[in-house]
């Protein structure tokens, strides 16, 4: 079988953190430099993930009939050739989170029907990369329910159970499979030469083709289309009803684009370094539609460990909601790849057990005990909207009465933290490395404290 596509992913967990980039993590506070580690770590993941995919079908090639194997093979060797082809392309392309999540379902998959099915989607994947590296190829894919979904490229709608995709220099063609009154879809790449960047654009027609918005000032996607976006179940918090993912006519009668536009400037104006956190670490927002039953339940959002980059959240109810929503679930994000680069806590089995036998802690943020992973998370998160809420509450570019809502903000997020470092300061279930980042972050948290809070009392 094919080797790793990309052979830097055994890099992954044992990257030493410098003690100085690590302070500057710990104080939400980063410089390009550790931007650039972070993103490598983000790329790293699904690296990560193709590794158990390869590893498990060296080791079990009978938990897969024969067909599903040689498909597999066949798809590994085309991402061996695209990673050839454009080395920066191909990691950028493997890190969009909807790819990570087809890979994880691979990794969770039962032998046998539920494999096959996520290794037709893992195809869909390997070939999306390809077209977007430029890299020559024709594939005949499944198209589950006559939807074909290549992930960060687009979705058809083939009305077939399977479509061909043809690769060529400067552009792809989709078509159904068996149907020729389907329609199909024409992608234009220009710039797929040698020298060109590593955020491949493109343009596409077609009949029943949709794909995500790219989000203005920023390499992010409005992700609405992609029916890997959202975990199985939806999104929730305890006593929440989960949401599903939104659906385009949903998305659609909300001004997305305008509304992260504004609040990307909001954040350029008050905090430039967030604004570049966000640019970096941020490669698709999944809208959330309504819960089932059609009642409220309040705004939600989230992010996934699993598949770093992804920030999922119903609609903001104005531009400073979704710049507080976008440093907010970039923390967890930046904490997971942390985390990955210098283990801050014990083992997930650890936690597990921990949180089971009733090792939780009150946060004033969540009305349910947390495990230490929790705590060490919401603080983390509360502490750079405190930082925030700060700066904007001292950005003269704003109305008073926006600064004044600010420094209350600020007041409650620095609270919040307070009474959280405690338990990370006290705890037994973080490593040296965590440790030091609680001291960390305790530090930064005195510091706003004397920088902010007694202007405002």
């Known amino acids: ?40 770590a983000q790329e790293d993941r699904a690296l990560v993930l193709l590794r158990a995919v390869h590893t498990r079908l060296r080791r079990r090639p009978e938990a897969v009939g024969p067909e599903a194997h040689r498909a597999f093979e066949a798809h590994w060797a085309l991402l061996a050739r695209a990673e050839a082809r454009r080395p920066a392309v191909a990691r950028f392309a493997l890190g969009y989170p909807a790819v990570g999540a087809r890979l994880v379902a691979v990794v ?70 068996g149907h020729r009154r389907a329609g199909a879809a024409v992608l234009r790449l220009p710039g797929t030469g040698a020298g060109a960047g590593s955020r491949p654009r493109w343009t596409a027609v077609g009949v029943g083709w949709r794909q995500p918005a790219r ?21 929730g918090l305890p006593g929440l009803e989960p949401r599903p993912a939104a659906e385009r006519d949903e998305t659609a009668a909300y001004p997305w684009a305008a509304r992260w ?35 409220g339940g309040g705004r939600v959002s989230a992010t996934t460990r699993a598949v770093p980059g992804a920030l999922l959240t119903t609609w903001p109810g ?15 994000t930046k904490l997971d790849l942390v ?29 349910d005990p947390r495990p230490v992973r929790g705590v060490l998370h919401g603080t983390y998160a509360h502490l750079a909207l405190a930082d925030l809420w700060a700066r904007l509450a001292g950005a003269g570019t704003v109305p008073e009465r926006f600064r004044r809502a600010a420094r209350d903000r600020h007041e409650q997020c620095w609270e919040q933290v307070r009474e959280a470092l405690p ?35």
């Open 423 to 457: 338990i990370l300061l006290n705890s037994s279930e973080l490593t040296y490395a965590g440790r030091q980042f609680a001291i960390g972050m305790s530090e930064y948290h005195q510091s706003l404290g004397k920088r902010v809070r007694p202007r405002h009392r």
């Open 261 to 295: 536009d504004r609040a990307l400037a909001l954040l350029l104006t008050a905090d430039p370094v967030r604004a570049a956190e966000i640019g970096a670490l941020v490669r698709a927002v999944v809208p959330l539609g309504a819960a089932p039953s059609g009642g």
């Open 108 to 177: 969770r998959a039962a032998d046998g029907a539920e494999l096959e099915w996520a290794l037709a989607a893992f195809g869909a994947a390997a070939v999306a990369v390809a077209l977007l590296t430029g890299t020559a190829c024709t594939a005949d894919l499944a198209a589950p329910e006559g939807v074909l979904a290549l992930p960060g490229v687009g979705v058809l709608r083939a009305f077939a159970p399977g479509a061909r995709v043809s690769v060529r220099a400067g552009g792809a063609w989709v078509r159904p499979l």
């Open 318 to 332: 104005s531009a400073a909601q979704l710049a507080a929503v976008l440093v907010h679930e970039t923390h967890h």
């Open 339 to 367: 985390h990955e680069l210098a283990p801050l806590h014990g083992s997930e089995a650890g936690e597990r057990e921990g949180a089971a036998g009733g090792a939780a802690h009150r946060v004033g943020w969540r009305p």
């Open 1 to 40: 079988m094919t080797a790793y596509p990309v052979g830097t992913v055994d890099t992954v967990g044992g990257t030493r953190v410098p003690a100085s980039a690590l302070a500057r993590m710990a104080a939400t506070r980063l410089v390009r430099g550790d931007l650039a580690l972070l993103r490598r």
């Open 215 to 235: 989000l203005p000032g920023s390499a992010a996607r409005l992700e609405d289309v992609d029916p890997f976006r959202v975990p199985a179940g939806g999104v």
